[in-house]
């Protein structure tokens, strides 16, 4: 009788199925500092219930959020907290922009509402959502859909908007995940 590759075997010790410490401690700490930001409450029976839940979720589910983070992937991790700084900045930005559009006098010669296509290298499917999501973000842009080959079709309020995508954007997203543009 054979071992299938499900059962014991030589891989059942494998780096596949063995419990990732540092997603774990991820999540746990993102759901821990979530429990404390909505709750307001420093009570210690709320603090433990907090911990107890945090952990429940963290065991559970740490695999469907950070699916791959080892101690060698850990500065993807860094790279993304580096990245949300420059993009709460273009988020600024833009929002400044729209705020321009709205009270400029000739507000309608300036709207010129566009969908544009552009095709990305990006390969993984969370630095594609990464790109949608922050295009989505920035106000004036809203991106309409994805392919997993790396289409983007989007819409931009005006000219300006539409020119400057993909973009910075592209290239940061694609620096925290390693996929060279």
Not at 32 to 41: A, D, E, H, Q, Y
């Amino acid at each position: 009788m054979t071992e299938s590759s499900n059962g014991p075997g030589p891989n059942a010790g494998s780096a596949e199925n063995r419990f990732s410490f540092f997603p774990f401690l991820f999540t746990f700490i993102l759901m821990m500092i979530t429990w404390v930001v909505l709750s307001g409450k420093f009570e210690p029976l709320l603090l433990g219930l907090g911990v107890i839940s945090s952990g429940l979720v963290a065991w559970f589910f740490h695999d469907l959020l950070f699916p791959s983070i080892t101690m060698g992937h850990a500065g993807i991790g860094l790279k993304f907290i580096l990245y949300i700084p420059w993009l709460l900045l273009e988020i600024i930005k833009a929002n400044f922009h729209l705020l321009f559009l709205v009270f400029q006098p000739r507000m309608k010669e300036l709207i010129d509402p566009h969908i544009i296509t552009f095709k990305t290298d990006l390969e993984s499917d969370l630095a594609i959502t990464t790109l949608a999501n922050s295009i989505t973000l920035t106000p004036g842009t809203i991106t309409v859909n994805v392919e997993r080959d790396g289409t983007f079709r989007v819409h931009a309020i005006d000219k300006p908007s539409a020119e400057a995508l993909p973009g910075t954007m592209l290239k940061n997203v694609a620096d925290i995940y390693g996929e060279n543009q």
